[in-house]
């Protein structure tokens, strides 16, 4: 079945809540009687908040000031007025009429509280089928339902970035607990003094990952990340790649939730290479085909929106990676029926076309059995 776009007027209304939503969420994390104030590091200007308090002045983490978004509510902040009611209304009308993908509705509480708390001001990525929610409305189009049932909610943050920023959330596990008291710390395999996630007592999981870009001594091994409240990270590979250069986007959850995700483009990529590491057993089965119908709904989507460009420099920059990233990115490849991938192909060589690269030093074919050739 080909994919549906979205009518054009509900684009747009996304596109407004998502400012609007923006707006709100600054009301919400810096009081009126604070003031931004722009500072140094390390060669570059970011933004920070101060908030006067019978203890001194508190500092939060705002942003790069080079983010424009960021910059422009800075600037106006005086003059935001929050709608609650009204962004309230462009939801219902965006998930009822205009057939974008909303979350369930306890999902979206735990991202909204964590999100209230900070989170993704201090540069949070939102992955995993949360994040995949998101995607109708990123790309005006309608995706499948059926790929977006889960049980838990995962974050990611490069550990430079929580080191950094010099700033952190409320302890999480307190965020969680009002949410719902059954919330409780998961001790980790190798370390059970340390948590890298939650889980409450009808098994609903929220975790937080990092990447691994060092040595494997690293995997499996929980890494502190000082903005995350307290909490630890599960190191991964390939994650990098994945929450590099990510989008802002508004879940479409109550009024409208301002969130961080994966560019499309890298979290179709990636979700391949995922798949291709997937345990044999019935549970890494479902997941495998669960992965690879996300990456084959997106990659269709990029086709179908003339993003065709965007998709070859994130899969070429997936490929250049190394050894390793192209079988893995073969084998996920494989993974895909003879059709989809076909028309994946046809979307790279294009896409190669445009950013003048070669698609056969990418392993590129438009003959389906001839896909993922690494010799």
Same mark, same amino acid.
């Given at each position: 079945?080909?994919?549906?776009?979205i009518?054009?007027?509900?684009?747009?209304?996304?596109?407004?809540?998502g400012?609007?939503?923006?707006?709100?969420s600054?009301?919400?994390?810096?009081?009126?009687?604070?003031?931004?104030?722009?500072?140094p590091?390390k060669?570059?200007?970011?933004w920070?908040?101060?908030?006067p308090?019978?203890?001194g002045?508190?500092?939060s983490?705002v942003g790069?000031?080079?983010?424009?978004?960021?910059?422009?509510?800075?600037t106006e902040?005086?003059?935001i007025k929050?709608d609650?009611?009204?962004?309230?209304?462009?939801v219902?009308?965006?998930?009822?009429?205009?057939?974008?993908?909303a979350?369930?509705?306890?999902?979206?509480?735990?991202?909204?509280?964590?999100?209230?708390?900070?989170l993704?001001?201090l540069?949070?990525?939102?992955v995993g089928?949360?994040?995949f /929610?998101?995607y109708?409305?990123?790309?005006?189009?309608?995706?499948?339902s059926s790929?977006?049932?889960t049980?838990d909610a995962?974050f990611?943050?490069f550990?430079?970035?929580?080191t950094?920023?010099n700033?952190?959330?409320?302890?999480i596990?307190g965020v969680?607990e009002r949410?719902?008291p059954?919330?409780?710390?998961?001790?980790?395999?190798?370390?059970?003094?340390r948590?890298?996630?939650?889980?409450?007592?009808?098994?609903?999981?929220?975790e937080?990952?990092?990447?691994?870009t060092?040595?494997d001594?690293?995997q /499996?091994?929980p890494?502190d990340?000082?903005?995350?409240g &307290?909490?630890?990270?599960?190191?991964?590979?390939?994650?990098?790649?994945?929450?590099?250069?990510?989008i802002r986007?508004?879940m479409l /959850?109550?009024? &409208?939730v301002t969130?961080?995700?994966?560019a499309?483009?890298?979290?179709a990529?990636?979700?391949l290479?995922?798949?291709s590491r997937?345990?044999?057993d019935?549970n890494?089965?479902?997941?495998r085909?669960?992965?690879v119908?996300?990456?084959s /709904?997106?990659?269709?989507a990029?086709?179908?929106t003339r993003?065709h460009?965007?998709?070859a420099?994130?899969?070429?920059e997936?490929?250049?990676r190394?050894?390793?990233?192209r079988d893995?990115?073969?084998r996920g490849l494989?993974?895909?029926?003879?059709?989809?991938?076909?028309?994946?192909m046809?979307?790279?060589v294009?896409?190669?076309?445009?950013i003048?690269e070669?698609?056969v030093?990418y392993g590129?074919?438009?003959?389906?059995?001839?896909?993922?050739?690494?010799s």
């Open positions: 079945m080909p994919v549906r776009e009518d054009l007027m509900y684009q747009t209304m996304l596109a407004e809540l400012q609007r939503s923006l707006d709100a600054f009301v919400a994390e810096f009081p009126l009687e604070g003031r931004f104030v722009s500072v590091v060669g570059k200007e970011y920070y908040f101060d908030l308090g019978q203890n002045v508190k500092r983490y790069p000031k080079s983010d424009e978004e960021v910059t422009k509510r800075v902040f005086g003059a929050d609650l009611r009204n962004r309230r209304r462009m219902a009308t965006l998930t009822r009429e205009g057939g974008m993908n979350p369930p509705r306890f999902t979206g509480d735990v991202v909204e509280a964590l999100a209230n708390a900070g993704f001001r540069r949070a990525v939102l089928t949360v994040a /929610h998101t109708s409305g990123v790309l005006g189009l309608r995706l499948p790929l977006m049932q049980g995962d990611a943050q550990h430079s970035i929580s950094a920023v700033d952190s959330i409320p302890p596990r969680l949410l719902d059954t919330f409780r710390e998961v001790p980790h395999l190798n370390n059970p003094t948590s890298t996630q939650f889980v409450n007592s009808k098994s609903y999981k929220v937080f990952l990092t990447p691994n060092g040595s001594d690293n /499996h091994k890494a990340m000082p903005a995350l &307290g909490i630890s990270a599960e190191p991964l590979r390939f994650l990098d790649y994945l929450i590099y250069n990510p986007t508004v /959850h109550k009024s &409208g969130v961080n995700v994966p499309p483009e890298r979290y990529v990636h979700k290479i995922v798949a997937r345990q044999n019935d890494g089965a479902l997941k085909e669960k992965d119908q996300q990456a /709904h997106l990659f269709e990029m086709g179908a993003r460009s965007d998709l420099l994130a899969y070429c997936a490929w250049e190394g050894q390793a990233w893995a990115i073969s494989s993974l895909m029926r003879p059709a989809r991938r076909e028309q994946l046809s979307t790279l294009e896409g190669m076309a445009e003048g070669d698609p030093r590129v074919a438009t003959d389906p059995d001839g896909v993922g050739e690494t």
